[in-house]
């Protein structure tokens, strides 16, 4: 009778034993799952952020058009030009993921909707037709997701057209 060494030792041959397979499987699988969430978490980062800075630009706008120096909500402390009080309600808009510093806004006033219309820098008065451009740089929450896309930040663009009221 022949008597295995493995049953003499009270060890499992090492094909047999399944007891670390768990592991080294989860180990596989979570690197790729945190991946994964991670990447969700950045897109889902960015898409708010730039949703957030359409709201931003609309509201800013809607005030524009009124021809106000100021809204009433900062008479406690009023911007400079109207200009500024346009950028500090998109940056408001922001709910704090906005950041004032990573903000340029870029506001343009044309006399008419002629395409070949020089612009001038400014809000512009009564009935004229108004760009706000807002460009804002998102830097990543993870240097993970900088690293995939090759860039420290995404940079978000919106344009909008308005006409002014016919204010005084």
Do not use: W
Request: contains cysteine.
């Amino acid at each position: 009778m022949m008597i295995s060494l493995s049953k003499l030792s009270g060890r499992v041959p090492l094909r047999r034993d399944r007891s670390a397979a768990t592991a080294v499987e989860f180990a596989a699988i979570s690197v790729v799952f945190l991946t994964l969430v991670v990447i969700l978490i950045e897109t889902s980062v960015q898409l708010l952020t730039h949703s957030l800075l359409e709201y931003g630009v609309r509201e800013a706008s809607r005030f524009g058009v009124t021809g106000q120096a100021f809204p009433a909500s900062m008479s406690a402390n009023p911007p400079a030009t109207r200009e500024d009080a346009i950028t500090d309600i998109i940056a408001k808009c922001g709910l704090g993921l906005i950041k004032q510093s990573n903000l340029t806004v870029t506001v343009t006033s044309y006399p008419n909707f002629n395409a070949g219309a020089t612009g001038a820098a400014g809000a512009g008065g009564a009935g004229a037709i108004v760009r706000y451009q807002a460009v804002y740089m998102q830097p990543f929450l993870t240097s993970l997701a900088a690293a995939i896309v090759g860039r420290p930040a995404i940079r978000h663009t919106v344009t909008m057209y308005v006409q002014n009221e016919p204010f005084s």
